[in-house]
C-alpha cells in the first residue's frame, strides 16, 4: 500500500525567511502524482503544487518550489519569503497514476513568526 | 473558490441520528470523492464515484453510504452515528477519474453529542 510520511509535525519561520518541509512516501510505482495541499484556519484544502513523476524538473509555483527525489522518494517543499499568510496545515499528498484516490500525509502546521 | 459546493457547513446531531450531506462538483468535473477528516488528522478516503458509479472505496463504514446523481452532485449519507463520527467532511472534485489534483468543497462540520 502507498504511504505518506510527514515527520515534521510542527515547524515554524520568521517571516521573510525560508522553510522546508519534509514528505516522503512509499509505492512501487513509476508513474504517479504529488502534491502539496494547505489547509489555513478557514479548513479549505488549497492546492499549493503538483509533480508529475516522470518529470526531473522540480515545479516552482511563485514562492512555493519543490524538491523531488524520485529514487529516495522524497517530496520536500521549500516555502521562500515566508509570509503571516502561509501560516497553515500543509499536507503531502500521493496519487498514482490511473488510480482512484490520494493519499495524504498527517499534516505538518507550519507558524509564521512576525 | 474552488468551485466545489457543499451543504451544510455546519450540523449538530444526536447519537443514533442519520444525516445527509451534500456535494456539488465544479461543473464539468465527473469525479466525486469524500474524505473525512477528524480533529487535527489527516484526510481519510472514504468513497469516489465517476459519473454515476461508484468506483473506489476506502476506509468507510457500513453505516456509510454515498451516491451520485444524474446531475453529478453527491450525497453522503450517515446514520446511527457516534461520537467518534464528528469530523470535517470533504467533498473533492476532478476532470476524470485517474488523473491530476482535486479540488475541495469547503467541508461539512459534523458535530455528534
Known amino acids: 500500500a502507498q504511504t505518506v510520511t510527514q515527520s515534521q509535525p510542527e515547524m515554524s519561520v520568521q517571516e521573510a525567511e525560508t522553510v522546508t518541509l519534509s514528505c516522503t512516501y512509499d509505492?512501487?510505482?513509476?508513474?504517479?502524482?504529488l502534491f502539496w495541499y494547505k489547509q489555513p484556519p478557514s479548513r479549505q484544502m488549497i492546492l499549493v503544487i503538483r509533480q508529475e513523476a516522470y518529470k526531473q524538473q522540480n515545479a516552482t509555483e511563485n514562492r512555493f518550489s519543490v524538491n523531488f527525489q524520485k529514487a529516495a522518494k522524497s517530496f520536500s517543499l521549500k516555502i521562500s519569503d515566508s509570509q503571516l499568510g502561509d501560516a497553515a496545515m500543509y499536507f503531502c499528498a500521493y496519487r498514482r497514476t490511473r488510480s482512484n484516490d490520494m493519499r495524504f500525509g498527517a499534516g505538518t502546521r507550519l507558524t509564521v513568526k512576525p | 473558490d474552488s468551485g466545489v459546493t457543499q451543504t451544510p457547513k455546519h450540523l449538530i446531531t444526536a447519537t443514533g441520528q442519520r444525516v445527509t450531506l451534500r456535494c456539488s462538483p465544479r461543473s464539468g468535473d465527473l469525479s466525486v470523492y469524500w474524505y473525512q477528516q477528524s480533529l487535527d488528522q489527516g484526510l481519510q478516503f472514504l468513497i469516489q464515484y465517476y459519473n454515476g458509479e461508484e468506483r473506489a472505496k476506502g476506509n468507510i463504514l457500513e453505516r456509510f453510504s454515498a451516491q451520485q446523481f444524474p446531475d453529478l452532485h453527491s450525497e453522503l449519507n450517515l446514520s446511527s452515528l457516534e461520537l467518534g463520527d464528528s469530523a470535517l467532511y470533504f467533498c473533492?472534485?476532478?476532470?476524470?477519474?485517474?488523473?491530476?489534483?482535486?479540488?475541495f468543497g469547503e467541508g461539512s462540520r459534523l458535530t455528534v453529542l
Open positions: 473533492a472534485s476532478s476532470v476524470e477519474s485517474y488523473t491530476g489534483e482535486l479540488f
Open positions: 509505492t512501487s510505482e513509476s508513474d504517479y502524482y
